[in-house]
């Protein structure tokens, strides 16, 4: 496949926990196979910052890589797409914020998504943060889509229980959150509807049986359609919310979002109430559907729990207020409505 891109020197970006798995060798090993050279960079971390693109595209260039593909979650794809805007256009990931701002063509490349979370082998963004404001930048290009996404559920099979359960929280909100967004739109609701169909019946039965290959093909298949539903559409506060909680406390991105997701839904009810009925029967029984998943996954309820210290919300709702994904809710927010979000979730 590579090969039919036109590719011979292949940049494998992946992460070193997978290596456990050995996803990243078996990539390695097809690649070879189809007499093409294989170059790893397994530098990426969660949330990759522009010091983790910008050491990808010095390894890729003294490797002069002509395709670039990733293995991996959210975090490995975005990076990769991240390294082909700065390898091949130059300059700093805040010069692409927005939506095609690239001026020359980019490289061919390949997602393999190891996780049933972003759903970002769907989608034309790379998602990176920007260290000193802690805010996430979203960088898009149609250049920047992978020409090929390989969904197969059998990498998802070496999951750790953790792993699956925080992707997949993280997967539901981006059904939830995209079906009713400011930019909703009938293709995009098609895709959320879609998705939240395969996720909410087989999220608790992956956290039960974990080898069921069946629903961890739904699963990946929900995450996908979640990612081309976010593609068409947006996101809302529910994601500005959460990633102030990762910058200050580290909180897990699917661990943020499944804390607030509930009360984000009871928030928005009085603006697409009918929306959330459709998915669940009525917004408090699809937030009260979300917290029972988080149960049944042993994932934490409230802020507290995570550790979120009460006199912090203040900052964190200045912070969220500030995140692009805010504008885009069903109902307009506040600093003062995300302020008793989080204390509501607190």
Known sequence: MARELGGTRVLLVTDPGLEAAGHPQRAVAAIEEAGLEAFVFDGVK???????????????????????????????????????????????????????????????????????????????????????????????????????????????????????????????????????????????????????????????????????????????????FAGMAIEAAMLGVCHSCANPLTAHYGVTHGVAVGVMLPHVVRFNAAAVGDLYADLAGSAGALADRVTAMLSAAGLPRTLKECGVSESILPLLAEEANQQWTARFNPREVSEADILGLYRAAW
């Open 46 to 224: 969660e949330n990759p910052t522009e010091r983790e693109v910008a050491a990808g595209v010095v390894f890729a260039r003294t490797h002069r890589v002509d395709l670039i593909a990733a293995v991996g979650g959210g975090s490995s794809m975005d990076c990769a797409k991240g390294v082909n805007f700065l390898l091949t256009n130059g300059g700093r990931m805040a010069d692409y914020k927005g939506h095609g701002k690239a001026t020359k063509p980019m490289l061919p490349s390949v997602g393999v998504p190891t996780t049933s979370g972003t759903g970002s082998e769907a989608q034309s963004y790379a998602l990176i943060t920007d260290e000193r404001s802690h805010l996430k930048m979203a960088c898009g290009d149609k250049q920047a889509a992978f020409r090929v996404s390989i969904l197969d559920p059998e990498v998802t099979l070496s999951q750790p229980k953790l792993v699956s359960a925080v992707t997949g929280i993280d997967a539901v909100a981006h059904a939830v959150e995209s079906f009713v967004c400011a930019r909703r739109n009938p293709l995009s609701q098609t895709y959320s509807h879609a998705a939240f169909r395969q996720l909410e019946p087989n999220f608790e039965r992956v956290m039960s049986h974990p080898t069921d290959l069946a629903a961890r093909s739904a699963m990946l298949l929900g995450a996908h």
